[in-house]
T-cell receptor, first 115, second 116 residues
Framework: AQSVAQPEDQVNVAEGNPLTVKCTYS??????LFWYVQYPNRGLQFLLK??????LVKGSYGFEAEFNKSQTSFHLKKPSALVSDSALYFC?????????????FGAGTRLFVKA | GAGVSQSPRYKVAKRGQDVALRCDPI?????LFWYQQALGQGPEFLTY????????KSGLPSDRFFAERPEGSVSTLKIQRTQQEDSAVYLC??????????????FGPGTRLTVL
């Protein structure tokens, strides 16, 4: 069965500092991995995905994530945080081998960026 | 262009009432998903449609939950005899194709259901 863990409920970082939001996953087949962001009073928005290819993927708003197969991780990173990055971030996984579309989301990590 | 829309945005129901939640996906999107998001949790998969075909309903919590997409566009999630544990935000998402599980999903704003 698929599962996603986001071990931190909350991450605090100062503006201008690098940020990391952690995600680990479990699937039986090849993972399709996604990050979504939820701003207050707005729907979830897609940030980036890993399907195949280069382990480092770049997405919207300067975010990037690194797929690490041996550690089954897909941590979200940004070199320099902005106050406007403060939001709720969700990691999600789908099993690429089954051909199904069921997507499992983590519980979310709230990011606070302080000016 | 228009994104995914959902109506109503807020719904209050008395325990035992039936409710119907509507989702208008992005025009031309083949795939449609329903999720349930409890307070402080991530979205939980309920069901998936490819055009009008419901290919996965493994996440529906009970037979009180029913979803349809009869013409392959608008979808309705119906909950019969609502219970307090049904209180949550119900999210709808669509994605472009039905042949690749690697497509990202576009989410609507959700319907917040409160069962009293």
């Amino acid at each position: 069965a698929q599962s996603v863990a986001q071990p931190e409920d909350q991450v605090n970082v100062a503006e201008g500092n690098p940020l990391t939001v952690k995600c680990t996953y479990s699937v039986s087949g090849n993972p399709y991995l996604f990050w979504y962001v939820q701003y207050p009073n707005r729907g979830l928005q897609f940030l980036l995905k890993y399907i195949t290819g280069d382990n480092l993927v770049k997405g919207s708003y300067g975010f990037e994530a690194e797929f690490n197969k041996s550690q089954t991780s897909f941590h979200l990173k940004k070199p320099s945080a902005l106050v406007s990055d403060s939001a709720l971030y969700f990691c999600a996984v789908r099993d690429g081998n089954t051909g199904g579309f069921k997507t499992i989301f983590g519980a979310g990590t709230r990011l606070f960026v302080k000016a | 262009g228009a994104g995914v829309s959902q109506s109503p945005r807020y719904k209050v129901a008395k325990r035992g009432q039936d409710v119907a939640l509507r989702c208008d996906p992005i025009s031309g999107h083949v795939s449609l998903f329903w999720y349930q998001q409890a307070l402080g949790q991530g979205p939980e998969f309920l069901t998936y449609f490819q055009n009008e075909a419901q290919l996965d309903k493994s996440g529906l919590p009970s037979d009180r939950f029913f979803a349809e997409r009869p013409e392959g566009s608008v979808s309705t999630l119906k909950i019969q005899r609502t219970q307090q544990e049904d209180s949550a935000v119900y999210l709808c998402a669509s994605s472009l194709t039905g042949t690749s599980g690697g497509n990202e999903q576009f989410f609507g704003p959700g319907t917040r259901l409160t069962v009293l």
